[in-house]
Structure formats: structure tokens, C-alpha cells
């Protein structure tokens, strides 16, 4: 949906309320109208970014901050791999349209350059792998599926219905990130993302900042 931004700053509860807001009860906060039905939604900041980089909003013009969930991260200290995890809505037509509405809205919004390889971890799976290049037309769809082991989607579904904070989401995907790297003969997409040498010795980082 796109949402247009008011720029009104005022005290106020957020109507998102997602896992990272900051406006639970009255603080400063904005509002925005959605289009069409203009209807105003007031929001604070940490939900609004929440919204865009889930795909739900779409705002001309609007930049979010460019941190990921997860990165696999080189000895060199460049990111290897960008790993963005959001739970799939329960009823939906097309994932993959749903996964690639995401990662456009992350390349519109700033969050994410396409000269990085980046991995959609929907929760409970598949995960989507955009490989890096100089351009992409937002929108495009994934270029691999990936399917997490039996064990990995498990945990993730039991954090699905015990409706745990983004953290522990991170901890599950990053230790699948983690041992995939440790085997990467099973692995046969991490070679597209990196050299054996790179890969061998690269560490999972949460919450990383680009
Ligand atoms: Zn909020």
C-alpha cells in the first residue's frame, strides 16, 4: 500500500505497535495517510520503518535506515551475505510475489544496495536469494529458493506459535547461517555468494549495521 507522510510531529499512542516500537503509550510520534480511503494512521518511527521494510508501505521518497537482521560478514570485514527474516502472513496467494514486494520495497526505500547478495528468510520457509549485481528492476523475482533442513523449520515454527520477539527468530536463522557455512559441500548455493577461503572463516553477525 502506498502511504503518504504528513510530517506532523504530536504525542500520541502508535497504531502499529510492532515488536520494535517506541510509542506503547504516549510519546512523540507522526502520522501518515494511506492511499486510497485517506485514512490517518499514526505511527512512531521504529514501526514506520517496520512497515516499509516488510512491504506492507510503500512512501515516495522515504529512506530507511540500511541495517539488516543478519549478515554473513568475511574475515575481511565485508558483507557477504544481507539477511532480512520476516514471517510469512498464514493466508497468501503468491510467496513468491509476497517475497519479491519486500525486496523492492527495501531497494526503493535505500535499505538495501543490489550490489549485495541478499536473503529473504521467511519464517516459516522457503527463503528467497537475490544474487548481487550493478542493477536490478525492483520487483524482480528470487533467483533460488532455498529450503531450511527439517530441524530449522521446526524451531522456527514453534517460535511462530509462541509468537517470540524478532530476537529469538534471529538466533534460529543465524545458527542455520552458521552451520551451513561449516558445510558447505551441502550447500551448493554459497558458492555463488563467495569464495571457499571467504566463506570458510565468515561470521554471522545480528542486527548489523550497513
Ligand atoms: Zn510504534
Known amino acids: 500500500m502506498k502511504v503518504q507522510p504528513t510530517g506532523i510531529i504530536f504525542v500520541a499512542e502508535c497504531d502499529i505497535q510492532s515488536d520494535r516500537c517506541t510509542a506503547r503509550t504516549s510519546s512523540p510520534i507522526t502520522a501518515v495517510w494511506t492511499t486510497p480511503g485517506r485514512e490517518q494512521v499514526n505511527v512512531c518511527r521504529a514501526c514506520l520503518e517496520e512497515m516499509v521494510r516488510a512491504g506492507e508501505w510503500e512512501i515516495t521518497g522515504a529512506r530507511v535506515s540500511p541495517r539488516a537482521d543478519l549478515a554473513l560478514v568475511s574475515p575481511g570485514g565485508s558483507p557477504l551475505l544481507i539477511v532480512e527474516i520476516k514471517r510469512r502472513p498464514g493466508v497468501i496467494r503468491d510467496p513468491r510475489a509476497w517475497a519479491a514486494r ?4 527495501l531497494l526503493l526505500h535505500g535499505a538495501l544496495q543490489p550490489t549485495s547478495h541478499f536473503l529473504l528468510a521467511a519464517v516459516p520457509g522457503p527463503f528467497y536469494l537475490w544474487l548481487a ?51 558447505l559441500s551441502e550447500h551448493d548455493w554459497l558458492n555463488e555468494i563467495g569464495r571457499d577461503a571467504e566463506l570458510d572463516r565468515a561470521v554471522v553477525q545480528t542486527e548489523y549495521a550497513m
Open 102 to 105: 519486500i525486496h523492492r520495497n
Open 133 to 183: 549485481r550493478d542493477f536490478i528492476n525492483p520487483g524482480t523475482p528470487a533467483d533460488a529458493e532455498i529450503q531450511p533442513d527439517a530441524r530449522t523449520a521446526e524451531r522456527l515454527a514453534s517460535l511462530l506459535e509462541s509468537d517470540a520477539r524478532p530476537v529469538h527468530f534471529e538466533h534460529v536463522v543465524a545458527d542455520w547461517l552458521t552451520e551451513s557455512v561449516q558445510h
